[in-house]
């Protein structure tokens, strides 16, 4: 199995910034996608950003957030700056690859509170 531990939400006010992290463990062979999404309330999840071969953005927060990605500890990070209200929602950690007797997974966090205040 593989988990994924979020950490760096929290309650910021607009234009102020947050980093989360997330952290994979377990028996894992190699990771080839990790990602953010996210949900706010009475809306569908979606996709933030995430880096593999290559990176992607939402429209919404091009040019305003940042992921990156250290290999070697298997963590993805998503540096927020200029939050804006609209930008509160639960964030969820996805990441997918080969796990031990090479079977893929694609495993979730448990999400964690960003909440921005105007």
């Known amino acids: 199995q593989v988990q994924l531990a979020e950490s760096g939400g929290g309650l910021v006010q607009a234009g102020g910034s947050l980093r989360l992290s997330c952290a994979a463990s377990?028996?894992?062979?190699?990771?080839?996608?990790m990602g953010w999404y996210r949900q706010a309330p009475g809306k569908q999840r979606e996709l933030v950003a995430t880096?593999?071969?290559?990176?992607r953005y939402a429209d919404s927060v091009k040019g305003r957030f940042t992921i990156s990605r250290d290999n070697v500890k298997n963590t993805v990070y998503l540096q927020m700056n200029s939050l804006k209200p609209e930008d509160t929602a639960v964030y969820f950690c996805?990441?997918?690859?080969?796990?031990?007797?090479?079977?893929?997974?694609?495993?979730w966090g448990q999400g964690t509170q960003v909440t921005v205040s105007s």
């Open positions: 377990g028996s894992i062979i190699s990771i080839n996608v």
């Open positions: 996805n990441a997918g690859g080969v796990r031990t007797g090479f079977i893929r997974f694609d495993s």
């Open positions: 880096v593999g071969v290559t990176t």
